[in-house]
């Protein structure tokens, strides 16, 4: 592995090189991988050794078209064809969603799945996100969501669950809710890709709640769940209309060989899936035990294939991202680049215990060096990292999209005028009280075992303008042109320039969390770890 691996991350698109580039950097073989969310159960190593038998007609000839792969999916999930979309994986999906159904606005909890908030803001859609606070666990509330939603005047809802990257999990009947209360938006999103993972409710899915309403998709994974994340395969679920719309814009092969193959096979192997779940989820208790032993470590509660921990003051992700996979090959997902999130924040994937203790043991040496248990030493001068979510709640709430003047002038790098900035929003804009969006969902959430009266959701506190500011030009009413690609609506930021802002104002949030190890739910979100 390369001495100096920071680079590799840098010079890639996404959050972390591939593992082919890692492999391409070393003797030919990859570390081992806590980065990427995939079943390490499935398939088999017996579907393996078919596969491989047949490998050379597998990549030889043209796969069926995308009818016949989703009719035989549908055969398997007893679901109508004509209520599905098959995509070359979900971010496929995703983008067409975007591209179709989202006109003007979208909101998103952050932090969560990057393409959500990504997607939209490279097309100019305003983004509204929904700051998930560090200090409640990163707990969603739907209530003061819903109330978010309203006085923004959003028109579509995003809702990952479990939410990447943190596992936070909502029960059914609280979607249902408020799939009804928000019936009027244009479109609600349910991104169950890791809803497969999760054990804390027998029927957790709200499939098919939305193939019967006219606004709800549901988005759920293939390649996380039977572990062939290469393979890129996934699917949405919704009503005829607007699983028609979606599947009416995909190419006719725009799934592969591979694709076709593990979908028809899938039928023999039913009972090695649901194990290879079962054994995945037993692991989690298992890794989430094993990391709540470090010293100054906090394990969130999961329902995915992933926990989400807190390092300990003084440790930057980036530097123990760095060295793990310099000293002990082994590749972690450093989250300072997820808005929401900081560098203080990692995700590590769910694997078998051979491999986790390996993980805590690369740990112990980078975090605490020889002396297991010591105080964790500050890094050199430098480092620049939050330890908190706040700097960035703060920004999103006090601007939500609108933007900080100057910032969407300066993505454009030529000098070009931004867009025209928002328009004051109507008093009489259709808003739902604190205490009505209480009431529609029972004014509690169940979370970690018990409940959780709602509160009034807090008001945004302004955030000083920057000192540097551009001259924007203002162009007169009905004169406005078309947002540039890649700049977002109503002059707000790009997910880039949300990332990298730390103007005046945005202070470090104080260390926040949940209680010592011995205390935090379990992955169920049940009762306390034993």
Known sequence: MADNVTSLFRSTAAHSPSMAALARESDGTGPVDFCIPCNPYFPTP??????????????????????????????????????????????????????????????????????????????????????????????????????????????????????????????????????????????????????????????????????????????????????????????????????????????????????????????????????????????????????????????????????????PVGAEGTVVRDRLLTEHRILVRECGNKIGSSSRFLRLVVRPQVDVRRLVSGLEQVLYGSRRGAAVPELGTGTNYSSGTAAVDRLVGATNGGGMPGLAAQALGSGMPSPAPAMPMPAAMQQMPAAMAAQSYGGAQSYGGGMQMQTPMQQPQPVPQPQMQMQQPQMPMGQQQPTPSGVPARNGLTAAQVRGTTGPGLAPAPATGWPAAQSWPNAAGMGQVS
């Open 46 to 311: 017996a579907m393996m050794d078919t596969m491989s038998a047949r490998l050379r007609d597998i990549i030889t000839f043209y796969p069926s078209g995308a009818d016949t792969i989703t009719a035989e999916l549908c055969n398997l999930l007893q679901l109508p064809p004509q209520a599905v979309a098959m995509g070359n994986g979900s971010t496929e999906l995703i983008t067409w969603i975007d591209h179709l159904l989202v006109r003007e606005s979208l909101a998103v909890p952050v932090p969560t799945f990057g393409r959500w908030t990504d997607q939209p803001m490279e097309t100019g859609k305003r983004v509204d996100m929904f700051p998930l606070q560090e200090s409640s666990g990163f707990n969603l509330d739907l209530a003061q969501y819903a109330e978010f939603i309203r006085a923004r005047g959003t028109r579509v809802a995003v809702i990952c669950n479990p939410n990447n990257p943190d596992g936070g999990f909502l029960h059914k009947h609280a979607l249902v809710q408020f799939m009804d209360a928000m019936a009027d938006l244009d479109l609600v999103i349910i991104d169950e890709s890791f809803l497969e993972f999760a054990d804390a409710e027998a029927e957790p899915s709200v499939v098919q709640e939305a193939m019967i309403r006219p606004n709800v998709i549901v988005l759920r994974s293939l390649g996380k769940n039977f572990g062939l994340h290469g393979i890129r395969f996934g699917y949405m679920v919704a009503n005829p209309s607007l699983a028609g719309r979606v599947r009416s814009m995909l190419p006719k092969w725009n799934l592969n060989a591979f694709a076709e193959y593990v979908v028809f096979m899938l039928k023999e192997h039913g009972q090695e899936y649901a194990q290879s779940l079962q054994q995945v989820r037993r692991d989690r208790l298992d890794m989430a035990s094993q990391l709540s032993s470090l010293p100054g470590l906090t394990v969130y509660p999961s329902q995915g294939n992933f926990l989400f921990v807190r390092l």
